[in-house]
């Protein structure tokens, strides 16, 4: 999902994925039915972006279908073409354009995470697609996405989220209140969960307040005072 979005990031104006036809994967993990679920929620998140979800595509097919894949290129190429330039066509500026797409990039774990379930679902009917993942569910996946913050009289400084936070997001360090990087949080929620003292908050839908400046990180909550 991240490369997809990443494609799109980077000025892509389509994207196409080509698989095998389901149910003929070699494997018995069938990654065509899983890329076939993350096409329809990334179709999603192009849309919430403001993008138009055509520019994303998934088609089955095996090594055999030469002349099958050589019409299903060229009929996706000449609707990109019709499209037009990426978030030209749609009238979203570039800026804002990659800032959805940023936090969308942003949120890939926690997205992947909420959706686990649908995302291994094996839909075996054309009919499934459309309605499998839906705008309403996308739109509240998004507004969901909580922040985390950490509360600095609270924090006692023991580490522990630091070393378990899976993308180097909290900064900290012996007797330092630790502070979270949100622009490097995923949203994944292991800061508080794994965190004794109750220091850590989640935050919905309100502003995040902002890092504790460097020189006033000494430890100041019970405990850990200096
Ligand atoms: S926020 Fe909690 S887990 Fe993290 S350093 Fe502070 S006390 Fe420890
Ligand atoms: S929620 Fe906490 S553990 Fe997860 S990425 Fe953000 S700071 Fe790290």
Redesign the pocket.
């Known amino acids: 999902m991240e490369f997809v979005l990443r494609a799109f990031l980077n000025g892509a104006d389509g994207v196409f994925i080509g698989a095998c036809r389901l149910n003929e994967c070699n494997y018995i993990t069938h990654g065509n039915y899983h890329a076939l679920n993350m096409v329809l929620l990334c179709r999603r998140i192009l849309e919430r972006a403001g993008l138009n979800p055509e520019r994303l595509r998934i088609e089955f097919m095996s090594s055999g279908d030469g002349i099958l894949f050589a019409r299903v290129i060229s009929d996706f190429v000449d609707s990109v073409k019709e499209m037009g330039p990426l978030g030209e066509g749609e009238g979203v500026s570039r800026d804002e354009l990659r800032s959805r797409l940023e936090e969308a990039i942003r949120l890939v774990p926690y997205i992947k995470m909420a959706k686990r379930e649908k995302l291994e679902k094996r839909l075996e009917s054309r009919d499934e697609w459309e309605g499998h993942f839906t705008k309403e569910e996308t739109d509240e996946l998004f507004e969901k996405a909580a922040s985390y913050y950490?509360e600095p009289d609270?924090?006692?400084?023991?580490?522990?989220?630091?070393s378990r936070c899976p993308v180097g997001a909290?900064a900290?360090g012996k007797k330092r209140i630790?502070v979270i990087d949100q622009e490097k949080c995923i949203r994944c929620g292991t800061?508080l969960e794994?965190?004794?003292?109750d220091?850590?908050r989640r935050i919905s839908g309100g502003p995040v307040p902002p890092p504790l400046p460097e020189e006033e990180r000494a430890v100041r909550g019970k405990g850990g005072k200096e």
């Open positions: 950490i609270e924090c006692r400084a023991c580490m522990v989220c630091l909290i900290g630790h800061c794994v965190c004794r003292f220091a850590v």
